[in-house]
């Protein structure tokens, strides 16, 4: 039961994780309160690609009933963690303003500030040093959920890693949402080479079918512990058979059908296997505390559309699994069973 609850915890960690972590990479973006994204050639969802020229930002601020644009530049630190410049006035009229909880906004080059799950994962402080890419100072922490988990002057930014007027991609906010469309056609034609997309379209991108690869070593993944759980209960159930061999010996001596018995051994694996799976939900609930303590950028979610699927692979290894033992023992001769030591 243990065994099959493991590997539909793995399914389901694996499958929430995935969405977790693209779900939170769309609620940053949402809460930028753009309304166009602009991105380089060669980006994709999980990747910003090649750093642009700074002077798009004032080609796009020319077009109609684009009311405000600004570039951001994000700077990779590790393979989970960046580092987001900004023009703070900008972002904020275009956010809404940061959320600050304590401390204010950076006013000089090394000074960085940082959001609540940011801070509390490195136990960071307002005032503290934080070797990060460079020497940065906490100024201040802020409530998540607005473009990055850590913000630095754009221009400070740019001149610490060598990356003078370079920026990652450019936020748009119309003067009407509804000329969304009208910007983004005009955009289209004056910078043809660039991905163009309404926010709306963008955060559509966040899904595990749009993300290269994703989805199919998610099914590999998934196949893997089928095949597991297939391999684990055709033990199991080998074991439990060999050892209740006398058992079978005296049930068919009393005259009970192969049918009868292997009816037996299926009933209670349907068993086994249903526990399996509630065991399995219950420690995904687990698996998802445990990322949220100690690695909060690979959030978990919970997916209960894929109780059904976890049931039905975890029911199909495990009774598939169990039907040559169960045959096996089915055909046991009486007299062989009962003299088995």
Do not use: C
């Not at 389901?12 to 930028?32: D, E, H, I, P, Y």
């Not at 401390?103 to 609540?116: Q, T």
């Not at 978990?300 to 169990?322: D, F, K, M, R």
């Amino acid at each position: 039961m243990v065994l099959i609850g493991a590997q539909v915890t793995m399914i389901l960690a694996l499958v929430g994780v995935s969405r977790g972590v693209l779900g939170n990479m769309a609620q940053r973006a949402k809460g930028t309160g753009a309304d166009v994204v602009v991105r380089s050639p060669d980006s994709n969802i999980m990747s910003y690609g090649l750093t642009m020229p700074d002077k798009i930002v004032d080609i796009i601020r020319g077009m109609d009933h684009v009311k405000l644009a600004t570039g951001v530049l994000v700077h990779p630190i590790s393979n989970f963690d960046s580092i987001t410049g900004i023009h703070l006035d900008e972002f904020n009229q275009m956010s809404g303003g940061l959320t600050y909880l304590s401390g204010g906004a950076f006013k000089n080059p090394d000074d960085m500030v940082v959001d609540r799950s940011f801070a509390d994962r490195r136990m960071l402080k307002v005032g503290m040093p934080l070797d990060f890419g460079h020497k940065w100072n906490i100024t201040g922490v802020v409530e998540g959920g607005k473009l990055s988990a850590t913000f630095a002057d754009i221009d400070a930014l740019q001149n610490i890693f060598s990356e003078p007027h370079k920026i990652s991609m450019v936020y748009v906010k119309a003067d009407d949402p509804k000329n969304s469309a009208a910007i983004i056609e005009a955009l289209q034609k004056r910078l043809d080479t660039y991905k163009i997309y309404s926010m709306e379209e963008f955060l559509s991108l966040f899904k595990v079918d749009s993300v290269q690869y994703l989805g199919p070593f998610i099914n590999v993944v998934i196949g893997i512990a089928a095949v597991v759980g297939f391999l684990v209960t055709l033990l199991s159930m080998y074991m439990a058979v060999q050892e209740r061999t006398r058992e079978i010996g005296i049930m068919k001596a009393m005259g009970a059908s192969p049918g009868y018995i292997l009816g037996i051994l299926l009933r209670e694996t349907f068993a086994l296997s249903l526990a399996g799976v509630l065991l399995g939900i219950v420690m995904a609930y687990g698996t998802r505390a445990l990322l949220a303590q100690f690695a909060p950028t690979m959030p978990q979610v919970i997916v209960p559309e894929w109780y059904p699927w976890v049931t039905l692979i975890a029911l199909g290894g495990s009774l598939t699994g169990a039907l040559y033992p169960g045959f096996k023992a089915a055909k046991q001769d009486a007299i062989e069973a009962l003299a088995y030591d």
